[in-house]
């Protein structure tokens, strides 16, 4: 299964967007440059009252299709911003 890391910081305040239902998507920029897309909802048991940090691993499919994601370490480089969409 295809694997690709990323940095990821999402303040409370962006968060509100995905309660509020108005995104559904998280767009970030991958450790190796590549922008990718995934359901707001993978990051779910990652929220904390600090919003959601860290360095994650997504799976996902050959179609490309995002299966799983694994908060690998809770204190990355997070000058990498994400943004819902």
Same mark, same amino acid.
């Given at each position: 299964?295809? &694997?690709?890391?990323?940095?990821? $910081?999402?303040?409370?305040? !962006?968060? !509100? $967007?995905? #309660? +509020?239902?108005? +995104? $559904?998507?998280?767009? *970030? *920029? =991958?450790? %190796?440059? &590549?922008? @990718?897309?995934?359901? =707001? %909802?993978?990051?779910?048991? #990652?929220?904390?009252?600090?919003? *959601?940090?860290?360095?994650? *691993? @997504?799976? #996902?499919?050959?179609?490309? $299709? =995002? %299966?799983? @994601?694994?908060?690998?370490?809770?204190?990355?480089?997070? /000058? &990498?911003? /994400? &943004?819902?969409?």
């Amino acid at each position: 299964m295809p &694997q690709i890391d990323f940095n990821i $910081k999402i303040s409370p305040s !962006e968060l !509100e $967007k995905y #309660y +509020a239902g108005t +995104a $559904k998507i998280i767009s *970030v *920029v =991958a450790n %190796n440059g &590549q922008r @990718l897309q995934f359901p =707001a %909802n993978l990051i779910l048991p #990652y929220v904390s009252h600090s919003g *959601v940090f860290g360095h994650f *691993v @997504l799976d #996902y499919s050959s179609s490309g $299709k =995002a %299966n799983s @994601l694994i908060r690998v370490d809770e204190t990355p480089n997070t /000058s &990498q911003f /994400s &943004q819902f969409i």
